[in-house]
T-cell receptor, first 114, second 115 residues
Framework: AQSVSQHNHHVILSEAASLELGCNYSYGGTVNLFWYVQYPGQHLQLLLKYFSGDPLVKGIKGFEAEFIKSKFSFNLRKPSVQWSDTAEYFCAVNPYSSASKIIFGSGTRLSIRP | EAEVAQSPRYKITEKSQAVAFWCDPISGHATLYWYRQILGQGPELLVQFQDESVVDDSQLPKDRFSAERLKGVDSTLKIQPAELGDSAMYLC?????????????FGQGTRLTVV
C-alpha cells in the first residue's frame, strides 16, 4: 500500500539551530511531493511542492526540501529556525496514477525554544 | 484570496445522533477532498470527488458515513449515528484536477466532539 513515513514525531530545537525533518514514501512511480505546515490554531498551508525539474525546492519562510528519487525521500530543511516556526509539519505524496489522491504522513511536531 | 469554506467550526454532539458538515471549495476547483485528522496524526482521506462523482471512498466507513456533492460544487459529509471514536477534525480541501498542479487548499476544518 502507498504510504508516507515521517520518523520524527516531535523535534525540539533552540532558535538559530538547523532543521532537517525526514520524509520517506513507498511508491515506485512518478509522484508529486508536498510539505504542509499547520501553525497552532490555523489550517493546513502549503510550505513547498515538487512536481518536476530541480530536485532542490525552495518554499516560503526560508524552507527548502530535496527530492532524492533513489532513496524515496523528500526531507525538509531550514538552516536557522525561529520561534515562529513552532508548528506541525506534514509530508504528503500524490502518486501520478491515483487521480489526484494526496496521502499524508503522520506529521512532525516542531517546538522551538526561544 | 479565495478560500475553502467549512461550517460549522465546532460541533458537539451526543453519540448515536446525526451530524453534518458543509464545505464550499474554491471556485473552479473540480476536485474536492474530505479528510479526517485525529489529534496527533496526519490527515486521512475519507472521500474524494471529481465534480459530482466519487473518485475514492475506500476509507469511508460507509455504514455510518455518507458524502455528497450533488451539483459538483459544495459538499456535505454526514455521520449517522455518531460514535465516540468519531471525535476528530474534519478537513475539506479542493484542487484543480491537473497532474502538474495537484496542490490541495484546505479549509479551517470542523472540530467534532462526540460525548
Amino acid at each position: 500500500a502507498q504510504s508516507v513515513s515521517q520518523h520524527n514525531h516531535h523535534v525540539i530545537l533552540s532558535e538559530a539551530a538547523s532543521l532537517e525533518l525526514g520524509c520517506n514514501y513507498s511508491y515506485g512511480g512518478t509522484v508529486n511531493l508536498f510539505w504542509y505546515v499547520q501553525y497552532p490554531g490555523q489550517h493546513l498551508q502549503l510550505l513547498l511542492k515538487y512536481f518536476s525539474g530541480d530536485p532542490l525546492v525552495k518554499g516560503i519562510k526560508g524552507f527548502e526540501a530535496e527530492f532524492i528519487k533513489s532513496k524515496f525521500s523528500f526531507n525538509l530543511r531550514k538552516p536557522s529556525v525561529q520561534w515562529s516556526d513552532t508548528a506541525e509539519y506534514f509530508c504528503a505524496v500524490n502518486p501520478y496514477s491515483s487521480a489526484s489522491k494526496i496521502i499524508f504522513g503522520s506529521g512532525t511536531r516542531l517546538s522551538i525554544r526561544p | 484570496e479565495a478560500e475553502v469554506a467549512q461550517s460549522p467550526r465546532y460541533k458537539i454532539t451526543e453519540k448515536s445522533q446525526a451530524v453534518a458538515f458543509w464545505c464550499d471549495p474554491i471556485s473552479g476547483h473540480a476536485t474536492l477532498y474530505w479528510y479526517r485528522q485525529i489529534l496527533g496524526q496526519g490527515p486521512e482521506l475519507l472521500v474524494q470527488f471529481q465534480d459530482e462523482s466519487v473518485v475514492d471512498d475506500s476509507q469511508l466507513p460507509k455504514d455510518r458515513f455518507s458524502a455528497e456533492r450533488l451539483k459538483g460544487v459544495d459538499s456535505t459529509l454526514k455521520i449517522q449515528p455518531a460514535e465516540l471514536g468519531d471525535s476528530a477534525m474534519y478537513l475539506c480541501a479542493s484542487s484543480i484536477p491537473d497532474r502538474a498542479n495537484t496542490e490541495a487548499f484546505f479549509g479551517q476544518g470542523t472540530r467534532l466532539t462526540v460525548v
